[in-house]
């Protein structure tokens, strides 16, 4: 699940080990362009073995992976 909500990134509420795959974006602004910005920056990235039961939280700057 892709969301730009931020609740989905506690992992004590939603632990990633539940759940087949987690993607927080965390961007400045959530108008088109930087969505797109923060798609293409983990689409890259992503495999389906790398996100099973993994949260990952994508900002602008970074990108971080939990288990």
């Known amino acids: 699940m892709i969301t730009l909500d931020l609740g989905f990134a506690d992992i004590r509420?939603?632990?990633p080990g539940d759940y087949p795959g987690l993607i927080v974006l965390r961007t400045k602004r959530q108008d088109k362009i930087h969505i797109l910005k923060a798609v293409s920056k983990f689409i890259k990235l992503l495999e389906p073995d790398k996100l099973d039961g993994k949260l990952w939280i994508v900002e602008e700057?970074?990108?971080r992976?939990?288990?």
């Open 65 to 67: 992976v939990r288990s």
């Open 13 to 15: 509420t939603y632990p």
């Open 61 to 63: 700057s970074k990108i």
